[in-house]
Structures are given as C-alpha cells and as structure tokens.
C-alpha cells in the first residue's frame, strides 16, 4: 500500500492511474466469464487481503474446502429485534480494530475498491479516493467499468452479512467487536450492485451468486468469516454451502 500512496502523492494533479493491490500471489480462479478469473481462492486467502474471490475447481481444493465448512457449528437464526446498521458503527469506518488495512487514513470501501479493482484512478490529491476502476465481479461475472458518479453500480457486499451476524450471536458483542466483522476486508468484496441488493441478508440456503462456478468459493468465504468470528450458521445454510463444493 506504500508503493500505492507514494505514486498517488507524487502524480501531482490529475487523476491518478495505479495497478490493483492484490495483481500476485495465490491460485487464480478459472479463465472465462464464470466470475473470479482474476481473485484468488479463498483457500489461498484466508485474511482476506488478496485481490477477489477465485473459483475454487480441483478435486483437492473442493475437497478441503468440504472439510473447513464441516468446521462450522449450527443453531437456528434469532430475531432480528433491536438491529440496527449503526450498531457496527458508521459505515466503512477506519478505526476498527486488528483487522488489515485499519487505521491507514483510507475508509473501509475505497480499501476494499483498490484492493479488487484494476485500472485504478484517484481524485486528484488524494491516494485513497478513487473516482474509476474496472472490476471484475465475481458475482455475476462481469466486467464493470466503475465510474464515482454511479457509485451504486459497485456495492460492497459483506458476505456473511450484518444482520445475520446479529441473529446469530453478534447482538451480545462489544461494538468494537461488531466494528472489526463490519470492516474486515475478509467478509467484504465489491460487487455488482444489482446482484448485491437482490442479496440482501440471505445466507447461502436463500441466495448464491448468480455464476455458478464462484458459488463453492462463496461458501467457503462464508465459512472462513464464521469461523473467525465464532459465529454458527443455520442448518440449511450449512447444507447449502457444502452441497456447492461436492
């Protein structure tokens, strides 16, 4: 993020054009417009910190990924009496605590956009606020040409999202709890904003993406934030998740 920042403060004015964060490292999912062709496999990624969310496709990778879902405990899901947003504090907020890419001067979107995006351009002056991108969505399988003043055409999704965390225990944390999973870049990737909101806070029993081939790695991301945060899932949403990587 340095090498990011320096280049963003010596450009001067004008837009600034950068590569993405995560261009290396890990297994990239498979070629094509099946979605995540250029992520890395959750199984690679498990802080959350590399570029997207790749297919995961080989026997052995599918086979590991049964085993980390298995992991997960089950419980129905509460009532979602008394949630509310704010109770993970503001959102995309810098300040959360032991998570990657905290407290370094940028909110948690633009974070997780120049970690996913390609193509990078900045407003000019700053090395955090970005005004276009090109993303390759994962969702859907599209190839989005982000523009700032259509904002909503990229969302950011949290995969295992707030209010299902509330329902299954994150009403009884700390807010400096709730605060980390909102803004963990392990449960946050840029989205199609259509595919986004048709989502809302379904887990994987009621909504997968709509490309087939990311939905094993979906559930696998969705796995990796449940266990991270001792959270269970429903019975059905644990079915679901395996059932996509057998």
Known sequence: MAGVAAVA????????????????GGRAG??????????????????????????????????????????????????????????????????????PFARNGCDTRNDILKRDGKDLKYRSG????????????????????????????????HVMPLSYDWQMGASRWSKAERMRIANDPLNLLPVDGSAN?????????????PSKTIRCA???RFAQVALKYDLPVTAPDKDAMLAQCR
């Open 126 to 157: 700053s090395n955090c606020v970005l005004v276009s991108m090109t993303l390759e969505d994962p969702y859907t399988g599209k190839t989005i040409e982000w523009s700032k003043s259509d904002a909503a055409e990229v969302q950011i999704d």
């Open 197 to 209: 909101s048709s989502k809302g806070d379904s887990g994987p029993a009621t909504w997968l993406p």
């Open 218 to 220: 979906y559930a696998v």
């Open 9 to 24: 403060l010596l450009a001067g004015c004008g837009p600034v054009e950068t590569g993405g964060l995560g261009d290396t």
């Open 30 to 99: 498979s070629g094509g417009k099946g979605g995540g062709s250029t992520g890395v496999s959750p199984l690679d990624n498990p802080d959350g910190t590399e570029r997207g969310l790749g297919a995961i496709s080989s026997g052995k990778d599918r086979a590991a990924a049964v085993k980390l879902i298995d992991k997960v405990p089950t419980k129905g899901r509460g009532a979602k009496t008394g949630y509310d947003r704010e109770d993970f504090g503001y959102a995309w907020a810098d300040n959360a605590e032991d998570i």
